[in-house]
């Protein structure tokens, strides 16, 4: 039985991460729960509360002032009727995921299984469906190690605009339903964060010590009852704020404790910790509990200790205004992250009934055939020497996630064993692709085109020229497979 971990940095810096977590390389999420049911993406549950926003401008006028029907109300309304977690694990495993994670709970308090602490609960409220459960059911099915995610460190403060009213208009004045003394659990009695009705937050994390330890409590019912392989937290490690405070600062306490509780409680299971933890602090004294996640962004080069990106086809909770990201998008941020010894988390938007819709599916399959073709240059790879050739790059700025403009002479590498795979980012019009990158003493044995087989090459002062058939397996991303002698 290995050692258990302790409620501290210096103890939970000696955490390493799991192979399996290393070698997945693409997982799939599912950021889903009742802000799904007005399909009009995330957030809503904040800024329905603030008057003017597009939320609050569909709130009133489809389901009336939040005054009379408030976000409690919205909740029961969910009700995934259509939720085939079978059927959905089944079409994710075939694109590719080898992991799968699902929400927990979002800032809006409502936990997607059942709670002793919170009776907003899906089997009490809306679905009746242990939600988790259920995906963590259809998940082991498939072998698939099964994550979640919390979000409910900064429901306390993201949630002040609920004890607002509006400053103009019928109903100005008219206090909105999170200041309803019945519904004070749901809600928070967190009025010591509302400053105005314009979505102002003071700050991600609050200092109210009774929410802190109420987080605390919920997070080990969350371990105990499900014992996951995963857990992401969005912010910071609780309670510091990202980037900013001492990892001597006493606002770690109840964060550190949920870690170590994590980790522990996978001893107590396996002998060994194979879990993951990952919060967004960039800062290596802090990201070394666990592993480092980087919200709809990347890394510019390699980055020695594993790291994930988490985004989305589209907007965070469904919304029928969003341009979905293109399978060759998806395809080519992949590639890129795991170069750089990344992992992606893709989340994948559910209807308010739990179904996905056709243009959903088909950016899924289309995925799909890429990792029938390149599957080998994905899982179980580790960085190479380097991560790439090229002079193009991905934008790096806040959550931005254009497609980047590649050319042929950008390449993103892999390796596994004596095999370093070339990605191609663009394939060149003249068939003739040409890497600078292998050293003269590094001497190729052999190269092979994913999806074709064997390809003609030759090796000169470390520039390998490699010629390719006028047909290639894919019209996304190719991968050269050089093998090394």
Avoid at 111 to 127: I, K, T
Wanted: glycine share 8%; hydrophobic share 35%; with cysteine.
């Amino acid at each position: 039985m290995a050692q258990k971990f302790q409620a501290s940095f210096e103890s939970l810096r000696e955490y390493q991460c799991p192979d399996w977590f290393r070698d997945v390389k693409f997982g799939i999420w599912s950021h889903w729960g009742p802000q799904s049911v007005p399909m009009f993406g995330d957030w809503y549950a904040r800024y329905m509360y603030v008057q003017g926003s597009a939320q609050y401008l569909y709130h009133l006028r489809h389901y009336g002032h939040p005054s009379k029907f408030g976000y409690k109300d919205l909740c029961a309304l969910w009700k995934a009727e259509n939720f085939d977690p079978d059927n959905l694990m089944s079409l994710y495993v075939k694109t590719g995921a080898r992991y799968f994670v699902s929400q927990a709970m979002h800032h809006d308090h409502f936990f997607n299984y059942p709670s002793q602490l919170n009776r907003f609960n899906a089997m009490e409220v809306g679905p009746k469906k242990n939600i988790c459960g259920m995906w963590k059911k259809a998940a082991e099915k498939y072998g698939l190690p099964f994550g979640l995610t919390e979000h409910l460190g900064a429901s306390f403060s993201w949630w002040n605009t609920n004890k607002g009213a509006d400053e103009w208009g019928p109903y100005a004045g008219v206090p909105y339903d999170g200041n309803d003394p019945a519904y004070q659990d749901f809600y928070h009695d967190n009025r010591e964060h509302f400053l105005d009705n314009h979505g102002t937050m003071s700050s991600w994390y609050t200092s109210n010590k009774k929410f802190r330890q109420y987080w605390l409590t919920a997070m080990k019912e969350l371990i105990d009852q499900f014992q996951p392989d995963l857990i992401y937290s969005d912010g910071a490690l609780p309670f510091g704020n990202e980037n900013s405070k001492a990892p001597d600062d006493p606002d770690y306490r109840e964060g550190l404790e949920a870690v170590a509780y994590l980790y522990n409680t996978s001893i107590e299971k396996y002998g060994e910790n194979r879990a993951v933890y990952q919060q967004k602090d960039r800062r290596p004294e802090v990201y070394k509990v666990g592993v480092l996640d980087i919200e709809k962004s990347q890394l510019p080069d390699i980055l020695p200790h594993p790291w994930q990106t988490d985004t989305c086809i589209g907007n965070w909770f469904y919304d029928v205004r969003q341009e979905f990201k293109r399978p060759s998008h998806i395809v080519e941020m992949l590639v890129d992250i795991i170069s750089k010894n990344g992992t992606m988390l893709l989340n994948v938007l559910q209807r308010p009934d739990g179904s996905i819709d056709d243009e959903t599916v088909w950016i899924l399959e289309e995925v799909g055939k890429w990792f029938a073709v390149c599957a080998e240059g994905v899982y179980n790879t580790r960085p190479w020497r380097i991560s790439g050739e090229g002079e193009t790059h991905v934008l790096i700025k806040g959550f931005q996630e254009e497609q980047t403009a590649w050319t042929p002479s950008d390449f993103r590498y892999t390796q596994k064993g004596k095999t370093v795979y070339a990605f191609m980012m663009r394939t060149p019009e003249n068939r003739t692709a040409v890497l600078k990158s292998f050293l003269p003493e590094e001497k190729v044995r052999s190269v092979r085109l994913l999806g074709e087989g064997n390809v003609p090459f030759a090796q000169s002062f470390g520039v390998l020229t490699v010629k390719l058939p006028e047909r290639m397996p894919t019209e996304m991303v190719n991968c050269l497979a050089v093998e090394m002698e």
